[in-house]
C-alpha cells in the first residue's frame, strides 16, 4: 500500500465572473492555478496563506464541493474528479472536513443527538435505531463530551463545545482524511490549544490524516508535519514543518514568519521585521511573472516577467523564486 493517501496534480480552479452585455463572463478568478502536492497516510499538512490565496477552495475541490476547472485529485490513487457518482458517493464518506464556525454548520433544530445520528443514517452505516444510539454515545465520549449532550440543542453549547461536535459528526464515517478548515480561528486562545490536543489525540488514537488549512504559520507549527504554504492562488513553498520554520527559502514564507510573535521578549526585540508592502492583488488581474513581486523585498527586475517554478531546492523542500 502506498504511503501516499492524497495527491493534488496541478489542480486549476478558475470562476467566471459574469456581468457582460450578452450575459457571458467578462472575467475570470484565477483561484487556485497548478497546485500540486501530496499527503501522506497519518501525517499533518497545513496549508497556509492569507484571506484569498485559494487554500480554502484547494480544500472544497478536494471535498468535490467546488468542481475543478482541471487537474486530478487522487485519493488512495483513484481521481475523485472522474468518479462516477454512485462510486464517488461510497468514497467520499473517507473524507470528512471539520469547519471553521461550528455554529452556522451546525443545525440549530436539531439536537446533538441528531446532528450525529444524521451521516450513521443517511450513508446507512448503521440502519438500526438502538445500535444508533449507542454510536452516538461513543462519537460523544471520543470528543470529550457527556452523555447528556446529545439532548441539547447547538446554541445551548459553548463555541469549544460546538466545535467537538463538529470533530465528532467528521468522526461518524470512519473517514481517512480530515480537511480541518480553520477550525480554531473562531476559538478562544485557551480553547485553540484544547481542539488541537483532541485533533492530535484522535489521530494517533485513530491513525488519522489531516490536511489543516489555516491563515497563518503561528497555529499550524505545533499540529503540522509539512507544511504548504500558498500566496494568489499558487505554491509559495512546501518542507517539513523544522526546515519551513528554521529555513524558509521563499521570501513570502519568511514575512508571514516575521509576523508570528515569539515567546520570549528577548529574542522577539532582536530579530529582523518583513513589512510586506500593500494588499494581496486581486486574483482577477493577477501581476506578471512572479505573483509576489509587487510586495517582495527583494525582486528584481526579471521577477515581473518570467514565473519561477516551483523546484526542489534540497531534499523535500520546494519553493517557487528565482533566488531560491
Ligand atoms: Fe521575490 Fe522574485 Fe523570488 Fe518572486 S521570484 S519571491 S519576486 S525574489
Not at 86 to 114: A, C
Not at 122 to 137: F, G, L, M, S
Not at 182 to 189: F, K, M, Q, T
Not at 254 to 265: C, F, G, N, T
Request: charged share 20%; net charge neutral.
Amino acid at each position: 500500500m502506498s504511503d501516499v493517501l492524497l495527491e493534488v496534480r496541478n489542480l486549476v480552479k478558475h470562476f467566471p465572473v459574469g456581468g457582460g452585455m450578452f450575459g457571458g463572463p467578462v472575467a475570470t478568478v484565477r483561484a487556485v492555478d497548478d497546485v500540486s502536492f501530496t499527503v501522506r497516510r497519518g501525517e499533518t499538512v497545513g496549508l497556509v496563506g492569507e484571506s484569498g490565496c485559494g487554500k480554502t477552495t484547494t480544500g472544497r475541490c478536494i471535498l468535490q464541493l467546488e468542481r475543478p476547472t482541471s487537474g486530478q485529485i487522487l485519493f488512495e490513487g483513484t481521481d475523485l474528479i472522474t468518479l462516477p457518482a454512485e462510486e464517488l458517493r461510497v468514497l467520499r464518506r473517507r473524507i470528512q472536513v471539520i469547519f471553521q464556525d461550528p455554529f452556522s454548520s451546525l443545525n440549530p433544530r436539531m439536537t446533538i443527538g441528531q446532528i450525529l445520528a444524521e451521516p450513521l443514517k443517511v450513508h446507512r452505516i448503521i440502519p438500526e435505531k438502538t445500535a444508533r444510539a449507542e454510536k452516538v454515545q461513543e462519537l460523544l465520549a471520543q470528543v470529550g463530551l457527556l452523555s447528556q449532550h446529545a439532548d441539547r440543542y447547538p446554541h445551548q453549547l459553548s463555541g469549544g463545545q460546538r466545535q467537538r461536535v463538529g470533530i465528532a459528526r467528521a468522526l461518524a464515517t470512519e473517514p481517512s482524511l480530515i480537511i480541518c478548515d480553520e477550525p480554531v480561528s473562531a476559538l478562544d486562545v485557551s480553547i485553540q490549544a484544547q481542539i488541537i490536543n483532541l485533533l492530535e489525540e484522535l489521530q494517533s488514537r485513530l491513525g488519522l490524516t489531516y490536511l489543516f488549512i489555516a491563515h497563518d504559520l503561528s497555529v499550524v507549527r505545533h499540529i503540522s508535519d509539512r507544511v504548504v504554504v500558498m500566496y494568489l492562488g499558487k505554491i509559495a513553498e512546501v518542507a517539513d514543518r523544522t526546515a519551513l520554520y528554521e529555513s524558509p527559502v521563499h521570501p513570502y514564507t519568511r514575512a508571514l514568519l516575521s509576523a508570528v510573535p515569539i515567546p520570549d521578549p528577548k529574542l522577539e526585540a532582536s530579530r529582523e521585521h518583513t513589512v510586506l508592502r500593500g494588499e494581496v492583488p486581486s486574483p482577477l488581474n493577477p501581476p506578471s511573472g512572479c505573483v509576489f513581486h509587487p510586495r517582495c523585498p527583494i525582486a528584481e527586475p526579471r521577477c515581473s516577467a518570467e514565473i519561477p517554478l516551483l523546484r526542489e531546492i534540497h531534499p523535500e523542500h520546494r519553493g517557487a523564486c528565482h533566488l531560491a
